[in-house]
């Protein structure tokens, strides 16, 4: 694991504000303190221009946030700051602390102050994230291969059919070697059987392929069944796709 | 003979992250390591099929037997939808022992617990486990299987609850095409003997998977609530193949 020195994320924030006095010192807190980053999370830096004057209109925030880790955001604008903060360091998640100051600018008739503190917090990196399983190729597939040893089907189940998916990252590109974990739920049969999860990884290319075929003694004899199940398939836990297969003995349904 | 097996495991094992659930002992199978290289990652938080897909992936990369029984999943009206309830963490697992792939998972989940009987992991939820009306806890005086394969061990089990099943003949098959048929129709075709006598149905699937040796259960329920008409019992070899039965209607 990486190990890295705590950083300093430093959020400068100036409030210029028009002159009148105020008793009481503006505040800013994090909307994260203590707490955890997250790529692409929006944290709020809450402020408050204290006692200053209604008159005293905030009119400019400017709130930046940099580090040698990659960490860079800049706000600007009326009201309430915001911001959001990433990583772009493609390390492990570590600690990190963040001090920030609120410094208000003074002039004759609004007061200011300034604000210092310290937020905890653990940043994870924006590592791919299996996101979408699109269908790339699908149909029968001829001659059917899969094997069957019942009396009547010849050797070989009487049909087959593949649908390749292509597996991809929350950038779009295609995930190479995920291991892809196939499960069924709701299952019903009348043909003796039940369906076979099987488990595999995706290619180079991102694609694996989810080969259907049935052997069951009703087909093999020339009767009917048919088993139909709920079909998820998943990878790092993520349930990436849900599926609704038939097998029947006429051949091969599924939706969507 | 399981029974002692299992009291040996309780009494010796409680090494280490008991609070966790985690009931080891020396040189189990929760010292197996999980190749450095290995894409194998713990998603948090949680979903609802995350604690058998990330138990399954681990096996297979470790090359681990395990047992798993699940919880039935919560019946969602159809228009909802799962939320996690917090940003996506990825959990890099290669280089960890099984203990620390197991421990990280129990943290995640602590309704389960896991027992390491030493050439296989059994995970199941602490209140099923202990639980007399679970299907798996239910007596057996006698199993015994003379040279048999995987799928034969299946219909076995379900006769257990249904003595007058046939037997599935033929599968619907599903899934990748295998990367490697003849290590698939071995393990598939494996012959392997059990005889064990007054124990519980986990403790059969236990023993017909280190009688196998390449070989897990996974057990998970259609709904609630926990019972014979709602059991899916799956067989599942390092290969990536799979048997699975289906129990009541």
């Known amino acids: ?256 | 003979m399981l029974t002692a097996h299992k009291v040996r495991v309780m009494v010796f094992g409680v090494l280490a992250s008991l609070s966790l659930g985690v009931y080891a002992q020396s040189g189990g199978a929760l010292e197996r390591i999980v190749p450095p290289s290995s894409q194998l990652r713990l998603t948090l938080p949680l979903g609802p099929l995350s604690v058998e897909t990330f138990l399954r992936e681990a096996s297979a990369v470790a090359h681990v037997a395990i047992g798993l029984e699940t919880i039935p999943p919560i019946q969602l009206p159809p228009h909802v939808v799962f939320h996690p309830s917090r940003p996506m963490q990825m959990v890099p697992m290669g280089g960890k022992s099984m203990h620390g792939v197991i421990e990280a998972l129990i943290e995640a989940d602590r309704r389960y617990e896991c027992h390491d009987l030493g050439s296989m992991l059994e995970i199941a939820p602490t209140t099923q486990r202990n639980d007399p009306m679970d299907p798996l806890n239910r007596r057996v005086a006698e199993f015994a299987l003379e040279n048999k394969s995987v799928a034969e061990a299946l219909d076995a089990v379900r006769r257990i609850f249904e003595p007058t099943y046939p037997g599935s003949v033929g599968t619907a098959s599903s899934g990748p095409p295998p990367p490697d048929v003849a290590q698939t129709q071995e393990q598939q075709q494996r012959l392997f003997s059990v005889h064990v006598q007054r124990v519980t149905v986990r403790e059969v699937l236990n023993a017909i998977v280190q009688a196998h040796g390449e070989l897990s259960w996974i057990v998970r329920y259609k709904r609630a609530p926990v019972s014979e008409q709602t059991m899916l019992l799956q067989f599942e070899g390092f290969a990536g193949w799979s048997r699975l039965v289906t129990f009541g209607n």
């Open chain 1, 1 to 256: 694991m990486r190990v890295f020195p705590p950083a300093v994320l430093c959020l400068g924030i100036l409030f210029l504000l028009p002159t009148r006095a105020s008793a009481q010192e503006p505040y800013a807190s994090l909307s994260t303190d203590p707490g955890e980053f997250w790529p692409g999370d929006a944290i709020s830096l809450y402020y408050d221009a204290g006692d200053a004057d209604p008159y005293c209109e905030v009119y400019n925030v400017d709130v930046e946030v940099g580090g040698s880790d990659g960490f860079y955001d800049e706000t600007s604008g009326y009201g309430n700051a915001s911001g959001s903060f990433y990583d772009n360091s493609g390390g492990t998640s570590y600690p990190y602390e963040i001090d920030y100051w609120l410094w208000a600018g003074i002039s004759d008739e609004c007061v200011s102050g300034d604000e210092e503190g310290t937020a905890e917090a653990t940043v994870f990196p924006s590592s791919p994230v299996p996101t979408s399983l699109s269908i790339y190729s699908q149909g029968d597939w001829n001659p059917p291969s899969v094997a069957c040893p019942l009396a009547g089907c010849n050797g070989t189940c009487p049909w087959e059919y593949r649908r390749a998916y292509r597996l991809r990252d929350q950038w779009g590109a295609a995930m190479a070697n995920q291991f892809m974990v196939e499960a069924f739920s709701n299952v019903s049969s009348d043909c003796g059987v039940g369906p076979s999860p099987e488990n595999g990884y995706t290619d180079s290319n991102g694609i694996f392929t989810d080969r259907f075929s049935l052997c069951a003694a009703p087909c093999c004899s020339g009767g009917s069944c048919t088993v139909e199940a709920t079909q998820v398939w998943s990878t790092s836990n993520i349930a990436m796709g849900t599926f609704y297969p038939e097998w029947r003995c006429s051949g091969f349904y599924i939706s969507p």
